[in-house]
């Protein structure tokens, strides 16, 4: 299984595998850098694992899907409902135009016609999954999604399906959680998904945040392999809750709720129904945090892996400003060619913004086979995480 490090040791003792090291990350110590709040990048935690990198069974990325809404929103039509511009929009955060979710569309159909992509493309039949993993902040039903993906792609077999909460780091920890199965828990095909549907939780009246966001799904199916065939390199993962308070959308009481009556029994009781806010962001910390974090977090997974930031083909990072994907670049000397952006096209789609990017960067032949791609998420949480990996 993975531990914190980002490395791999087995786990499983009652599984009779011959553990083969990997010979290019054979015992070396990598640092783990933690931020221990937002505003702090000065007060860093560093430790380091001595822990080598054992691989006894691989994973790799075999095939990819997408899924974006019909209805198109411009920037020109964001400015009929509140007082912004093209310009203002394109020039602050890089976005043109974005997809939402009207009619009869859902999340759910999203991602189905996502993951049925990724499978056709990997040549694997929906039978074959061992699970599924519905990376996502915005489900249709409260107690997940993930079950009725299986239900709708028709598999007979059953296989374990639940939800994955992280935000805009979601695909990320869905990967490596695909990792950790397949290593660990002798799983073989996963299919991970990342959708989100934000544009529901979106003040339409807020120009700050309701221009930033789009819906869309997107997919990729991870597949076990033996270790010399592996394609996961090496990962960070972190998390701080002392940055919930610059994006977050809190459960809230429902003030006109009058439905119930206590009578004077129970002071409190029955509680009043809830719902979520709106999306909260306060845009200038969300920025510091993530090019101050993100940069630091590909860099320790590349130690990991044992690799120099020139070994990165493609640098595939969440979508959601155009100003942080270009400081990332900068901050690990990638030039813009080597930068995978589709921002510009659907905005900000949380959980679903990487898996649309390398789908798209995959089937227009940018991204071939056997290229190393660097990824990473950040948002609300606060969370983060990257992950070093090879494409096929």
């Not at 694997?124 to 990376?135: E, F, G, N, S, Y």
């Not at 997919?219 to 392999?225: K, P, W």
Request: charged content about 20%; hydrophobic content about 40%.
């Amino acid at each position: 299984m993975a531990n914190a490090s980002g490395f791999f040791t087995p786990s499983v003792p009652h599984f009779r595998v011959r553990v083969r090291p990997l010979a290019t990350a054979i015992g070396f110590s990598a640092k783990v850098v933690c931020v221990g709040n937002i505003e702090g990048a000065e007060n860093r935690v560093t430790s380091k694992s001595s822990i080598p990198r054992l691989v006894s069974k691989g994973c790799k990325l075999v095939g990819c899907g997408s899924a974006v809404p019909a209805l198109e929103i411009s920037n020109d039509d964001m400015s009929q409902i509140v007082d912004t511009s093209d310009e203002w929009i394109s020039v602050r955060t890089g976005i043109r135009r974005r997809r939402v979710l009207s009619g009869k569309d859902n999340l759910t159909t999203l991602a189905v016609e996502a993951a049925r992509k990724a499978l056709e493309m990997a040549k694997v039949d929906c039978d074959d999954l061992d699970l599924i993993l519905m990376c996502t902040s915005t489900p249709e039903d409260l107690f997940g999604s993930a079950p009725q993906i299986s239900k709708q792609l028709g598999c007979k077999t059953n296989p374990l399906s639940y939800d994955i909460t992280a935000a805009c780091s979601g695909f990320v920890l869905g990967l490596i959680s695909a990792a950790c199965h397949i290593r660990g828990g002798g799983f073989n095909n996963v299919l991970v998904i990342g959708a989100d549907a934000l544009s529901r939780y979106v003040d339409w009246t807020d120009r700050g945040t309701c221009i930033l966001f789009g819906d869309a799904a997107g997919a990729v199916l991870l597949q076990g392999c033996n270790a010399e065939e592996d394609g996961l390199f090496g990962f960070d993962l972190h998390s701080d809750g002392n940055g919930q308070r610059h994006l977050n959308a809190a459960i809230r009481e429902n003030e006109s709720d009058n439905a119930l009556d206590s009578n004077g029994s129970v002071l409190g009781f029955p509680p009043k129904s809830s719902s979520y806010s709106c999306i909260q962001m306060n845009g200038k910390e969300v920025f510091r945090f993530a090019v101050r974090c993100v940069p630091q977090s590909i860099e320790s997974a590349l130690e990991k892996a044992g690799l120099p930031a020139s070994s990165i083909d493609w640098l595939v990072l969440h979508q959601a400003n155009q100003r942080i994907i270009d400081a990332v670049a900068t901050r690990l000397e990638l030039p813009s060619e080597r930068v995978i952006s589709n921002l510009a096209n659907y905005g900000n789609t949380s959980a679903a913004s990487i898996p649309l990017a390398l789908d798209e960067a995959v089937r227009s032949g940018k991204v071939k086979a056997g290229q190393t791609i660097a990824t990473a998420g950040f948002g609300a949480g606060l969370t983060w995480g990257s992950a070093i990996v090879r494409w096929c």
